[in-house]
């Protein structure tokens, strides 16, 4: 196996090796955020995905090729057609990173800004459906049956399977039809080490074949899109998404590594060259119990963001900081901690630690 890269504003949370359950409170609820990183498919190998089972070691050596911010959104967010079709649902992802919605290759067929909606209990994780502007038409879009995700609490060898399945017209086309078969494996618990520490993990395999057809009306026939993939997922307690996930693709039997997102801090990729016009980001108090002042060394830009992260990368605080010197950040209400707190204007960006103590 290979070692996980530390990026310069890494936080550590070294946890004692135990095997966990996860269960609904350690997955994602509507308002959480999260910052992911990209990697490389060729970072990983096939051969490390086989490392698994009872007290097991993960480190890969991974290098961010690019970030993305993940918001769960409240019901009440989402554009009012998709309120109204899923209103059962607890919450919708806008930029889900483990989510391919597998357009076929048919002209005049495009799939765009893409939510997915999920019910969450304490016995399962389950996508109801999706909603996306499908040939510029907004279009929600029910599963029936559902896609059982997680079956919970989860555990070490537990096993389940699925089948979903949606039909839809599609404007100018014809209709789409999809059957998802699902099956899982709490195939390992044991110890990931990344970005932010080393943390205990259950790994669950998704083995997940679909069946796509298309109906072209036009021509009166259909067209048939198959694929397999396999997604390998590795969570933790209180992390909400995975710690991290790699999607490969199996074709003739062999399984090809497409995609690689692991849970980050943001990179401050300007640090150097921000340096070396003398600015910095300066913090007081250091420990702190109700409010931290920080210098913001941005003052003149318009646009500043301010993110606090905690420990599992979650964020707790997304705001706009607009052109101001010195700004207060409260955090009376957080738990005592060490977070990271990372300022970005455009391509810049600093990241430093912060301590809460109570």
Not at 21 to 49: E, K, R
Not at 84 to 98: K, N, Q, R, W
């Amino acid at each position: 196996m290979k070692r996980i890269l530390v990026f310069p504003c890494v936080l550590f949370a070294f946890a004692t090796q135990a095997q966990i359950t996860i269960t609904n409170t350690d997955l994602p609820h509507a308002g959480d955020q999260y910052v992911f990183s990209n990697a490389a498919p060729t970072d990983i190998q096939t051969s490390d995905l086989a490392t698994t089972g009872a007290n097991a070691n993960w480190n890969f050596n991974l290098q961010s090729t690019g970030q993305t911010t993940d918001t769960m959104f409240h019901m009440s967010e989402v554009p009012v057609v998709y309120y109204i079709s899923f209103l059962s649902s607890d919450y919708a992802d806008h930029t889900s990173p483990g989510f391919s919605i597998g357009t076929p290759p048919t002209a005049g067929f495009s799939v765009e800004d893409i939510y997915n909606f999920y019910n969450l209990t304490s016995s399962k994780l389950e996508q109801s459906g999706f909603g996306a502007a499908i040939n510029g038409i907004t279009v929600p879009v029910p599963f029936s049956p559902k896609d059982l995700i997680y079956q919970l609490p989860l555990n070490y060898n537990d096993t389940w399977s699925s089948n979903a399945h949606f039909n839809l017209p599609i404007p100018t086309l014809g209709s789409w039809d999809e059957v998802r078969n699902r099956t899982n494996t709490v195939d390992g618990w044991g110890t990931l080490t990344g970005p932010l520490g080393s943390q205990q993990v259950l790994r669950v395999v998704s083995d997940i074949v679909y069946q796509d057809s298309v109906y072209v009306d036009l021509l009166q026939f259909g067209i048939a899109v198959p694929r397999h993939q396999i997604e390998y997922k590795w969570l933790a307690a209180n992390s909400g998404m995975p710690l991290m996930q790699v999607t490969t693709t199996v074709l003739a039997g062999t399984e090809n590594v497409t995609s690689v997102q692991y849970r980050d801090t943001l990179i401050a990729s300007a640090v150097t060259e921000t340096l070396a016009n003398n600015q910095s980001i300066t913090l007081y108090p250091q420990p702190a119990s109700n409010q931290v002042t920080v210098v913001n060394p941005y003052a003149g830009d318009n646009d500043v963001r301010m993110m606090l992260c905690d420990a599992t990368g979650r964020v707790v605080m997304n705001d706009v900081v607009k052109q101001k010197s010195l700004f207060n950040v409260d955090v009376s209400p957080l738990p005592a901690g060490i977070y990271m707190l990372t300022l970005q204007s455009g391509a810049k960006s600093f990241t430093r630690r912060v301590a809460v103590t109570r």
